[in-house]
Each structure stands twice: as C-alpha cells, then as structure tokens.
C-alpha cells in the first residue's frame, strides 16, 4: 500500500513545462533525470545537431530562440556550449523562465555578472548544475567538517585531472572563443567550488597556468592556486589535462584528524570508485605505531548528484524552497577566483 501511494503522489505531482537547450551529454543526462523525477514535462527540445534531436517524443529545433518562442516552457534547461549560456540564460529569465544552467556560468566573470542582473531583474529561479556538492562523499565531508568530528578545518588539498585524448587540442573545450578557458575553466572549476564550500571564500591567491604538454593550445592544460582566506584556512588546487588518467583527490585536514576523498562516480566510469576515509589524530599511537591512526572508510556505487539537482530545482520553482547549492552567488564566487588565478598567472593577481 506504501508503494502505490507513493507512485500516486508522484504521479499527482505539479508538472513544470520545460525545454532543454542542448542536447549532447550532458542533456541527455539532465532529460533522464528530469524524467525519472517526474514533475518535469519536457516539451521541447534544442541542438544544431540534428542527430541529438533523433528519439524524442516531443518538437525539436535547431535554433534556441525559435525553440523558447514556441515552447511556452515554465523552466528552461541549458546544456550548450559556453559561449552560448549567457546569452541564453538571459533571454530565458527575462522572457519569464526559470532557468538551470551547466556551469561554468558564463565564459568569464563579466558575463557572470550579466546573468545576475538578469537574475535580479527577474526575480525567478536561476540554478546552475554544480553537482559535485552532490556526490554522497562530498555530502559525508560536509556532514563531518560542519560538525566540526574532527575540530576544525584548517586546510585542504584538491588535485582534479583528465587523460587528455588523441586530439584533445582541437576539442571545442580548447577554443577560447567556444569555451573560455581550459582545464581549470572546464573541469577545475569543480574543485574550486568545492575548496570554496569547504574553506569559505579566499582573500589571497598565487598562482600559474600553463601549457606544459599541449603547448600549441590557446589555452591552459595545467592550472596550479595556492589560496587563503581571511582567517587562515589555506588551499591548494591541482588542475590537470596531463595527469594521462582520470583523477579525482580531496584532502580535509582538521585540527583532530583527517578525512580523505578519493575517486568519484561518474558517467564514464573512469574515475574510479567512490571512497571517503575519515580518521581521529593518535599522537598517544593507541595502535601501537605511529602514523597509523584508526581509519573509517565509506565506499559509494550509486551517483544521485543529478537527481538531487532536479528534485532542489524543482521544489525552487514548486515550492518556493530556496536554491541551495548552485546559485547566482556560488557561480560569482567561484568565477571571481578563477579570473583571479588567471590573472595571478600573468602577474596581475593578488
């Protein structure tokens, strides 16, 4: 009886019109989500791609704008490109849409802050998809630092990497004018937002970004930070296109032990397994050496974060429950440092 009512309620739930621009990987994954939660009606879908437009039950177009014209879509999701996200997270919002956005939000922090006026403007709901704060580790982490388990956090270590591929130099992600930026905009950006959550926001960065391999790329393969904030709390951010495998490490480094993430769950599969290792400092070495405090592992083999995304987004819009994770103040807070670590690189930082 439990489970048929829940299906009722579910199926009883308010529907969201909504229309996905974009519909490579990461649309595809955002309309299986979308589906599986249920309050979404997907009525329209966007590529210049016809051949991601093949299989859906619902009018395709090839051009956003005609796309957001006819569709009447209460909620608009955005999976193109970066150069294409400001443009159209703004005509959504001022055209009275809720919009969730793919990060980064915008190509640099100009056209950030030009999404957030429109924001403001609007007054609607506006999320962008950095779902990593949704992994079960990362949600682990938080519950232990924000209880302070292990005292207090004083400092953290993110390393962040790709394999690089055959032709990664002429992947999109490397045309500045497409994307922006590189690895650190691509993938690093991320890490960052996750050393923000942890560690609170940074008032001083040294940095350098590089083409150390992909040397005839416009843009970065490498990206190092060192930052701190205002009380002390210092980080570190390793992102690489040249660590030649798929690598994901988060150190936590309290003040009465450690908690240690490594691996995340993905749709590639590539990262490895999902594991976090939380321990208690043992100076008095209880165990009987030192160095080799007890240790308490949680290993994860289901990735929620994309579900957990839509069902927050969702209830926004529903419910009126503000956005928790992903809104208009992380995005600017995340991309005023990556321009900080960009310009550090060129000796314009601080």
């Known amino acids: 009886m439990r489970a048929l009512s829940q ?10 019109k909504a229309a996905i621009i974009g519909m490579g990987k ?11 939660h249920s309050g979404y009606e997907i ?45 159209i997270t703004c005509h959504a919002l001022s055209n009275g849409s809720h919009v969730f956005s793919e990060k980064p939000p915008g190509r640099n922090l100009s056209e950030t802050k030009r999404i957030k006026e429109a924001r ?19 949600i682990e982490a938080k519950t232990l630092i924000d209880n302070k388990l292990l005292g207090d956090l004083v400092c953290a270590r993110g390393v962040y990497g790709k ?29 960052m937002d996750l050393l923000i959550y942890f560690c609170g926001g940074f008032t001083q960065i040294h940095s350098s970004v590089n083409q150390l391999v992909w040397q005839d790329m416009e843009t970065e393969d490498s990206a190092f930070a ?14 690489s296109a040249i660590q030649w495998k798929h690598r994901f490490e988060l150190d936590l480094i309290c ?20 594991i976090i290792t939380y321990y208690r400092k043992d100076l008095k070495q209880s ?23 839509m069902s927050e987004f969702y209830d926004a819009i529903v419910n009126g429950v503000p956005v928790k994770n992903g809104t208009i103040d992380d995005a600017l807070a995340v991309m005023e440092l990556i321009e900080l670590v960009y310009l550090g690189s060129q000796g314009e930082g601080h």
Not at 7 to 16: A, N, T, V
Not at 47 to 52: G, P, R
Not at 173 to 181: E, H, I, M, V
Request: aromatic share 8%; net charge negative.
């Open 226 to 239: 060192i930052l701190k904030t205002e009380d002390g709390r210092v980080a570190s951010l390793h992102s």
């Open 255 to 274: 003040t009465n032990g450690g908690i240690s993430l490594n691996g995340l769950l993905t749709a590639t599969k590539s990262y490895g397994e999902e």
């Open 26 to 36: 990461m649309g595809r994954i955002r309309y299986d989500a979308m589906k599986r």
């Open 163 to 191: 394999a690089g591929t055959l032709e990664f130099e002429k992947e999109w992600r490397n045309d500045p004018t497409l994307s922006g930026g590189g690895i650190l905009l691509d993938q690093g950006i991320h890490m």
């Open 7 to 16: 299906e009722r309620c579910r199926c009883d739930m308010e529907k969201i």
């Open 287 to 309: 165990t009987g050496k030192l160095g080799n405090p007890i240790e308490h592992t949680m290993c994860f083999n289901e990735d929620s974060s994309w579900d957990y995304e």
């Open 43 to 87: 009525v329209v879908v966007c590529d210049v791609d016809k051949d991601a437009l093949r299989g859906y039950n619902v009018p395709v177009y090839s051009d956003w704008r005609k796309c957001l014209e006819s569709s009447g879509a209460e909620a608009v999701i955005v999976c193109t490109f970066n150069n294409d996200i400001t443009e």
């Open 120 to 138: 403001n403007d609007s007054g609607l709901v506006l999320k962008f998809g950095f779902n990593h704060r949704y992994h079960n580790s990362i």
